[in-house]
C-alpha cells in the first residue's frame, strides 16, 4: 500500500490518501464515478483540475480512484455552498416572496391534510371501478378533480365518497321500484 499526500491548495482540499497500486480509473470510468460526460471530463483534465496519476493499458491515462473521489467532494462541498449563498440572497432580496404567497393560497396545498386527497387510482379502488373509468368520471365533472401534476390527477376523498353515496342511493331507489310483490295472487 502507498500512502500519498494530495495537495490541492486552489480547492482547500488537502488529505492523505491511502490507495492500492491498481486502483487507478481509465477517463471512461472515471467519468462515470464523477456521472459527468467523457467530453466534460476531458474539459477538466485540460482545465488542471484532475491529473492522470499513470499510464496503463497501453499507454492511456489512469486516474487514481482516491484522486478522483477527493475531486468529486470538492465538487459537491463547492455547489452546496454556492446554493447557500444563492439562497441566502434570494431571501435578502425577496426575490420569490410573491410566488411563495400565490403558493400558500393554492387550493392544492392550503393545507388540506394528505388523507383527504386521494388519486384516480384510489378513488377507483374506493369505488370498485377501474382506473380508466375514473378518469372518465372526472373528465365528464361527476368526480370534482381537486389538483393535477403531470401525469396525475388528485380527488378529494369526501368527494368520492359523496360520489359513492349519491350512485348508491340511485341504485336503492331503482331496487325499489323493481321489487315485485310478494304476495301470491288472489284467484
Do not use: C
Amino acid at each position: 500500500m502507498k500512502v500519498r499526500k494530495l495537495n490541492h491548495n486552489r480547492r482547500g482540499v488537502a488529505a492523505d490518501v491511502k490507495h492500492l497500486s491498481r486502483a487507478y480509473l481509465s477517463r471512461e470510468d472515471a467519468a462515470l464515478l464523477l456521472h459527468v460526460s467523457r467530453e466534460y471530463f476531458e474539459s477538466l483534465v485540460r482545465a488542471g483540475e484532475l491529473v492522470a496519476s499513470g499510464r496503463r493499458r497501453g499507454e492511456h491515462p489512469m486516474f487514481a480512484i482516491a484522486d478522483v473521489r477527493a475531486y468529486k467532494t470538492w465538487s459537491k462541498a463547492k455547489r452546496r455552498a454556492g446554493l447557500t449563498r444563492m439562497m441566502g440572497a434570494t431571501q435578502r432580496l425577496g426575490l420569490y416572496d410573491a410566488e411563495l404567497e400565490d403558493v400558500s393560497s393554492m387550493p392544492a396545498l392550503r393545507g388540506t391534510p394528505d388523507d383527504e386527497v386521494i388519486s384516480t387510482s384510489d378513488a377507483a379502488k374506493l369505488l370498485f371501478v377501474s382506473r380508466p373509468h375514473a378518469v372518465k368520471l372526472v373528465e365528464e365533472g361527476k368526480l370534482p378533480l381537486h389538483h393535477i401534476t403531470d401525469q396525475n390527477r388528485f380527488l378529494r376523498k369526501a368527494d368520492v365518497l359523496e360520489y359513492m353515496a349519491k350512485k348508491k342511493a340511485e341504485a336503492k331507489g331503482f331496487f325499489d321500484t323493481q321489487i315485485e310483490d310478494t304476495e301470491p295472487p288472489s284467484l
